[in-house]
Structures are given as structure tokens and as C-alpha cells.
């Protein structure tokens, strides 16, 4: 482990350590917090990063040579005896035994460290509220999600309590407190099937939710505002032992690891005509099946439309295939693609194995529109830079942000599935495509972003005391006096 000796509770810069869940999709964030904290709110910060099943694109990101001085990477080593799970073994039960197994030296870390004035943890590594307890030291959850999602988590062992059946079977949406109607094929996959190990996870880490000292959310007021304005004023938020919850976001990635690929792919951008380009780019973990694929490659060449493509070996039996090692670039496109593909579309399209510069694509002025899955981190990066997206979501609560952005929100466009061939076809794709790049409709949801991403501008802006700045202020006073 990386020895490191952080100031002791004299200095008037708190320590804080920073604890995420495997998987880009929360270590990104956490990292961003992190950076955040001691850049921005002068916090000496410990990253405890765990090392177990870590991804290419983890350890790309955290060797970065440009640390702020007052930013430490620890590394946990892998669990000694690491539990033996089936290859078939979901990723989210899969994280949370990492999870699990590599958090049992966390009492020893923590003491080693000089005891940190507060420890953030993502909301997957719930078992640190019982070792911090005994070391009094208060926790704080960084919810990666939506606020939506956070609300349904608060609100979910009254479900749990209260309904018998499968969630998926209620005759109406679920009604959460305050809260826009969830459609119940819209639910977070892992409360679909009560009966199996990944609901067990979701259901405990939830429950454990209103141990928290405080709970920041990666969102902002413009964004959710429903949602934001329930969890504040409704009585039934007012009942949980709950701490208050700040709204601290949007937190994306403010630099990033750029590889030749990454830097290829930015070049080729470079002669692009202005937001001409869609940028398809499926999360961290994001697989389609073999049929899918073929129907997004016929679909795209149909449109006639520029492209950049994250392309990934297609898995017909998991769409979280590259969760646990993403960024390998192992996988030859040529061997899954339609015959002469790549020949026909050279002129408009680029396509990158595995990972992109995820940011710097969005930010680019050729990039028209994302397509993405709808991951959280992924959902903000596109408005931040207000891209509009197709929605195409895979796993976990994408689903529900798909919905949101596409009916509430207005930023987004959803592909319909095909119901005979289970998949959406390349006509769809064709359609989605240049109605997002070329009309009147796909305008409109650009402007809309725009607008978003000017009011995530100001909720960051410490000049103009953003709500997000000053919430996260408001977080760093409490540690300072503790
Ligand atoms: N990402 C990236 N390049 C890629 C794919 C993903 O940089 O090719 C980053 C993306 O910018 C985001 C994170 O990986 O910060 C994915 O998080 P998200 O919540 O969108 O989805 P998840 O991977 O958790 O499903």
C-alpha cells in the first residue's frame, strides 16, 4: 500500500479520504470529487483506491502524473482469500463481493491514514458505516446516480416492506414520494427479480442509505428540479433518520488520460464540419449482442451521417461484457462487422476499440449529437457540454434516465425496439439518426441542452455562488469545524 502521511487535525485543511466501488462508472465521479475537493476547497484528500479486477481504463487514470499536490492515490492491495464466485456471476453482485472481500482491512487503512476527519464513500460500500462508527468517524455517501434514483433508494425498503409481489408486476408506475411516476419496465434492473443476489445488494446497500452524515448528489437544481424539491420539502423524506443531502453536481471529468487512439480520434473531429458528427459510446461496460450490432453498423451506413464509434466485441449473452475490463483492446472489428463495412464508410465514419476521450469528444464543436446508454456519468458529461442524445439504454437504471431525458427533459430521442426481431432495426437507427443530425426536432433538443449546460455552468460557478459550489462549501465548513 502506498504510505503516505497526511497532516494532522491541527492544519485548518481537513483530511478527508474518498472510497469508491470498482467499475469506471464510480470511480470516475469519486475521482472527480476528489480532484474537486482539493483543488477548489483546499481538503488534503486520500483516493483509497481498490486494486482487485482493476480495468486498463482504472489504471490509466489514476497513474496520472498530474496530481494536486494535496491528492493521494492509496492502493488497497487484493484481499488475501477473495471469495470464489461463477463466471456467470451478474457485475453488480460481482462489485459488491469485491467490495465486500477488499474492505476488511478498512479499519487498519483508516488508522494508518491518522484518521481522517470524514470519509466519502460511493453507495456500494455501505460496510464502511460499521468500521467508521467504531473509529467515529462521520460518513458521507456520494450518490453516482440520479437524484431520482436516490430517491427511489430512500424509498425502497417501504416498498420492500409493504408490496408482495415482483415490483414488475404493479398494475401502475411506482410512486415515490414527490416524484415523477417510474413505469415499472423502467425500474433499475436489480429490483426486477426479488428472488436473486443482486436485489439482496441493492435492497441492503439502500437501507443502510440513512446512516450517512450527509449525502451529496451528483445533479443539480435545473436539472431535477421535482425531484430536488420533493427530497427537501416532502414530509416523507422529513421521517427517515436522513441527514440533509447536497446537491453538488454536475462533477464531470475535468481532464482525462489521452492515448494515440484518443488522439487520432480528436484529429480526424478536427476536420469535421460543426456538429455533424454522432458519438457512439456505450459506458464502461456497455456490450451488444451479435444481431444488434450488425443492425447499429447497417443503420449508421443507411444515414449517411459522420460517426465515431467505441466499438466493442459483441456478447450475446451480457450487455455489461467490458465492465471488469474495459479499455483492453483486444478485439479486432473487422471479425464482427458486416462484410466491407469499414471500406464503405471510411469517408464518414472512425471507429476506436474499447475506450474514447469521452469528454474532450463531447466537447469537441463537430460533435452533434451522443449516443449513448444513458449511464448517469455519461448523461451529465452530454449536457454539461449540451449535446443532445439518442438514448439507448443496456443495464442498471439507464432505462429510467433514457425515459427522463427523452419525455421530461427533451434532450434525447429513444429508438423503438422491433418487437418481432427483439432488436431496433437499422430502418430505426437510420431514422434516430437524422432526426437527431439534421431536423427541425433535433434542433430543438440541442437548444434545450444548451440551456442546460449554461445553468450547470452557473450551479459550479464559485463567482457567481452556484448552488452546487456553495453546497459543496457548505460540506467542507462541517468538516473543517468538526
Ligand atoms: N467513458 C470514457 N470513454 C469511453 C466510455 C466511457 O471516458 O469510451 C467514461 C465516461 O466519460 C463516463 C464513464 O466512463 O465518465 C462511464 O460512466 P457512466 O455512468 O456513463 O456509465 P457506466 O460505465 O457506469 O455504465
Redesign the pocket.
Known amino acids: 500500500m502506498a504510505t503516505y502521511s497526511p497532516p494532522r487535525s491541527e492544519t485548518p485543511n481537513p483530511h478527508v479520504a474518498v472510497l469508491p466501488s470498482p467499475?469506471?462508472?464510480?470511480i470516475?465521479?469519486l475521482w472527480n470529487l476528489a480532484n474537486r475537493l482539493a483543488t477548489d476547497h483546499g481538503c488534503h484528500v486520500s483516493y483509497l483506491n481498490i486494486t482487485a479486477e482493476a480495468s486498463p481504463?482504472q489504471i490509466q487514470l489514476l497513474s496520472s502524473p498530474n496530481l494536486p499536490p494535496t491528492l493521494h492515490v492509496i492502493d488497497i492491495p487484493p484481499a488475501k482469500e477473495p471469495t470464489q464466485l461463477p463466471d456467470d456471476t451478474l457485475a453488480f453482485t460481482r462489485l459488491c463481493h469485491i467490495v465486500d472481500d477488499n474492505l476488511r482491512e478498512l479499519k487498519s487503512i483508516l488508522l494508518d491514514l491518522g484518521k481522517p476527519k470524514a470519509l466519502v464513500i460511493d453507495i456500494f460500500c455501505t460496510q464502511a458505516f460499521e468500521v467508521c462508527k467504531e473509529l467515529s468517524i462521520p460518513v458521507y455517501t456520494f450518490y453516482?446516480?440520479s437524484a431520482a434514483l436516490f430517491a427511489f433508494s430512500l424509498y425502497l425498503p417501504v416498498m420492500d416492506h409493504e408490496i408482495e409481489c415482483e415490483f414488475v408486476d404493479l398494475p401502475e408506475p411506482v410512486r415515490v414520494p414527490g416524484c415523477s411516476p417510474i413505469r415499472t419496465e423502467d425500474l433499475i434492473v436489480q429490483v426486477k427479480n426479488r428472488k436473486i443476489e443482486e436485489y439482496k445488494w441493492f435492497l441492503l446497500h439502500s437501507t443502510r442509505l440513512p446512516m450517512a452524515a450527509g449525502m451529496l448528489l451528483n445533479t443539480w437544481k435545473e436539472f431535477e428540479p421535482i425531484t430536488l424539491k420533493a427530497i427537501k420539502e416532502n414530509p416523507f423524506y422529513h421521517q427517515i433518520p436522513a441527514p440533509l443531502s447536497y446537491p453538488i453536481g454536475p462533477l464531470?471529468?475535468e481532464t482525462?488520460p489521452i492515448t494515440q487512439s484518443g488522439a487520432d480520434c480528436l484529429a480526424w473531429l478536427d476536420n469535421q464540419p460543426p456538429e455533424s458528427v454522432v458519438f457512439v459510446?456505450?459506458?464502461?461496460?456497455?456490450s451488444l449482442t451479435a444481431a444488434q450490432l450488425t443492425e447499429v453498423a447497417w443503420g449508421l451506413e443507411l444515414s449517411g451521417q459522420r460517426f465515431i464509434w467505441?466499438i466493442r466485441a459483441p456478447n450475446d449473452v451480457d450487455p455489461?461484457a467490458a465492465?471488469f475490463n474495459?479499455g483492453d483492446k483486444t478485439n479486432n472489428p473487422k471479425t464482427f462487422l458486416p462484410e466491407g463495412f469499414l471500406e464503405r464508410t471510411k469517408e464518414v465514419g472512425h471507429l476506436?476499440s474499447?475506450?474514447?476521450?469521452?469528454?474532450e469528444v463531447l466537447r469537441h464543436q463537430s460533435t452533434g449529437a451522443f449516443w449513448?446508454?444513458?449511464?448517469?456519468?455519461?448523461?451529465l458529461?452530454s449536457m454539461t457540454y449540451g449535446v443532445p442524445m439518442i438514448a439507448w439504454p443496456?443495464?442498471?437504471e439507464?432505462r429510467m434516465n433514457a425515459s427522463v431525458l427523452a419525455e421530461d427533459v427533451g434532450v434525447a430521442v429513444k429508438p423503438a425496439v422491433n418487437p418481432e426481431k427483439g432488436v431496433v432495426s437499422r430502418e430505426e437507427i437510420k431514422r434516430v439518426v437524422t432526426t437527431i443530425i439534421k431536423s427541425e426536432k433535433g434542433k430543438d433538443m440541442r437548444r434545450k441542452a444548451r440551456e442546460l449546460s449554461e445553468s450547470a455552468a452557473t450551479a459550479l460557478s464559485r463567482s457567481e455562488n452556484g448552488s452546487s459550489y456553495e453546497s459543496l462549501v457548505r460540506v467542507v465548513q462541517e468538516w473543517k469545524g468538526n
Open positions: 467499475g469506471m462508472g464510480h470516475i465521479p481504463a453516482t446516480a464531470i471529468k482525462e459510446a456505450l459506458g464502461s461496460g456497455g467505441v455489461t465492465f474495459v476506436l474499447s475506450w474514447a476521450p469521452q469528454c449513448s446508454h444513458c449511464g448517469w456519468n455519461s448523461t458529461e443496456l443495464y442498471a439507464q
